[in-house]
């Protein structure tokens, strides 16, 4: 395959903290490629600088002749006074001030002032020729059905397209976001965290949208599952600095299955080359060191020349490093007393807000123990329910709560944390300890001192996520509720989540979009829409079989899958 654009020896520093240290990379037309690496890794500059939103401190970055590139935020910006068709129309400035000015005109046809004075409406008219050319000639006409397909293709109806950017969910601001990015036609997408707030209906529609697309692909995402539904390699991206010697940038061929079953046998061949370098390397020492005491302290020459010999093989022995096996994880454990046998009971509840029903005579129980995901479109009412389930008044209905359980709530917006306040504050309001203590603490979530001494608002969203798990580990209740808790953490840190609910004795219900972490946690499924709350027992894949859900399965991830290519 062509290569669309190249990055070479790319160095990148922020307040004397390098970031990105001589990164180069090589993305291939056709190729979708999954950049992975822990939070703060560089992934997100590295974008940024290839979209040109940034200036390298060092290093180059080229791309073929005609090459365009598209670039998605983590976080899109909308325009507040606009529709969702006037945003993506305006993703092509030239057209859309055309077509507003065609409206404008149009309009004032209309007006009894101009439509009863010749010549005023003679002069309207001609701008309005005038205009209508310059719009055809820039495809106006097609670049509006184009935009009206775009966004039909990503879940919006045609009722749709007069609502307010204002009133969006996260997740639709990322769909319009992504139609703008479309209609331009880029031939390199870069997604920065695309799937964040899409729900699973969303997500599929993302899917679809990367494998249609003909050009290259560059995604960062920790959703597992999605990358191996679309990535053809993957490209990790380490923290600068961490191994000397070694790119920060590896790719690997094949989807996250086939990177993680490949990185592993990797650093399974490294560890044994290091034992055996290692073990070559002591033999020859004890052997120099032997020779050297039967030498007669230099005085006998052979022994002398056999012993140096071997001190030349020893400097030229291959040194491999010692692989780090894992990359360093929080030390998240969750303990709790189980408490009630009736964990938590909904009966007949029910909640409107306005003219809108988002909750209809639910009823749930959940039992000591059961490990519940909690599924649905994005405004179905999910968090509501646990607001409800957490003490809320419902409009109807009643709420029941064990008499010997503690709910501990993960928050998806992360409103449980004081932003005034640093991560030691939250701690020792938590726990009684000293300030010594509940920096040692933060350290298990990866906190450094000057981290945990900053004041919440300025974490970044993974760092919150983390501030919030360390909290529940302090609290151990043993009814967890939480609310999207993969959405800011990387793949090691969701990860650890998922092994720490595996050994958890209380009992949890989550709203979860990450179809990875449902299949490893939940034992069934709830999904949440039209008011209405439908159970799935037997877990994640038994909801997708039975349910709507239609997606690729993703390749196992405990064995390496046959090659996939791009058709």
Same mark, same amino acid.
């Given at each position: ?342 964990? #938590?009971?909904?009966?007949?509840? &029910? $909640? ?6 988002? %909750?209809?005579?639910? /009823? =749930? !129980? @959940? *039992? ?90 300025? #974490?970044?969203?993974?760092?919150? &996520? $983390? ?6 580990? %302090?609290?151990?209740? /043993? =009814? !967890? @509720? *939480? ?85």
């Amino acid at each position: 395959m062509a290569i669309a654009l190249y990055v070479a020896e790319l160095t990148k520093s922020f307040g004397g903290r390098r970031v990105l240290e001589g990164v180069s990379w090589e993305l291939a037309d056709g190729e979708t490629v999954g950049l992975i690496g822990p939070n703060g890794s560089g992934k997100s500059t590295l974008l940024k600088l290839i979209a040109g939103l940034d200036d390298a401190d060092s290093g180059t970055i080229s791309a073929q002749p005609g090459v365009t590139i598209g670039y998605l935020p983590q976080e899109p910006v909308l325009g507040p006074a606009h529709t969702i068709l006037e945003e993506v129309l305006a993703a092509h400035a030239q057209l859309a001030t055309l077509d507003a000015e065609l409206r404008l005109l149009e309009a004032r046809m209309g007006e009894p002032a101009v439509y009863e004075d010749a010549v005023a409406l003679e002069r309207v008219m001609e701008a309005h020729a005038r205009a209508t050319e310059q719009f055809e000639r820039h495809d106006g006409r097609g670049y509006r059905g184009r935009v009206e397909r775009t966004l039909r293709r990503l879940g919006f109806d045609a009722a749709d397209f007069d609502r307010s950017t204002v009133g969006l969910s996260g997740g639709e601001k990322k769909l319009v976001a992504l139609a703008r990015l479309l209609v331009t036609e880029p031939s390199v997408l870069l997604l920065d965290e695309p799937d964040n707030h899409l729900d699973l209906a969303g997500k599929g529609l993302l899917e679809r949208v990367i494998a249609d697309h003909r050009g290259a692909v560059a995604i960062i995402s920790h959703d597992r599952y999605l990358l191996d539904v679309v990535a053809d390699a993957i490209a990790e991206v380490e923290m600068a600095g961490r191994h000397p010697g070694r790119p920060q940038l590896s790719v690997f061929p094949g989807n996250y299955s086939e990177f993680m079953f490949e990185k592993r046998l990797a650093l399974e061949q490294q560890e044994k080359l290091h034992l055996v370098q290692q073990r070559e390397a002591e033999r020859l020492q004890h052997s120099i060191q032997r020779l050297k005491d039967f030498s007669s302290n230099g005085q006998n020459e052979k022994m002398v020349r056999r012993w140096k010999s071997m001190e030349k093989r020893l400097d030229k022995l291959p040194r491999t490093e010692r692989p780090m096996m894992e990359p360093r994880r929080m030390g998240l454990t969750l303990t709790a007393e189980r408490g009630s046998k009736r964990v #938590l009971e909904l009966i007949d509840v &029910s $909640r409107s807000f306005g003219e809108r029903e988002v %909750l209809r005579n639910v /009823n =749930l !129980l @959940l *039992l000591a123990g059961e490990r519940v995901g909690l599924v649905g479109p994005n405004g179905a009412g999910k968090s509501v329910l646990v607001t409800i389930a957490l003490g809320q008044p419902p409009d109807s209905g009643s709420v029941k709560l064990g008499p010997s359980i503690e709910a501990g709530y993960y928050a998806q917006e992360h409103e449980t944390l004081d932003p005034a306040l640093s991560a030691v504050d939250h701690v020792r309001r938590g726990r009684t300890m000293t300030e010594g203590d509940a920096v040692a603490f933060l350290g298990r979530f990866l906190f450094d001192f000057d981290m945990a001494r900053k004041p919440v608002r300025t #974490l970044s969203g993974g760092e919150k &996520s $983390r501030l919030q798990l360390a909290l529940l580990m %302090l609290q151990q209740p /043993n =009814l !967890l @509720l *939480l609310d999207e808790p993969t959405n800011n953490l990387d793949v090691t840190s969701s990860e650890v989540l998922e092994d720490a609910i595996d050994e958890y004795p209380g009992t949890m219900l989550a709203i979860s979009h990450d179809r990875y972490f449902l299949e490893r946690v939940a034992g069934r499924v709830l999904e949440l829409a039209d008011a209405r709350l439908t159970e799935y027992p037997g877990g994640y894949a038994e909801y997708r079989a039975r349910d709507r859900v239609t997606e690729p399965e993703p390749s196992p991830p405990a064995r390496a899958p046959a090659r996939r290519r791009r058709a």
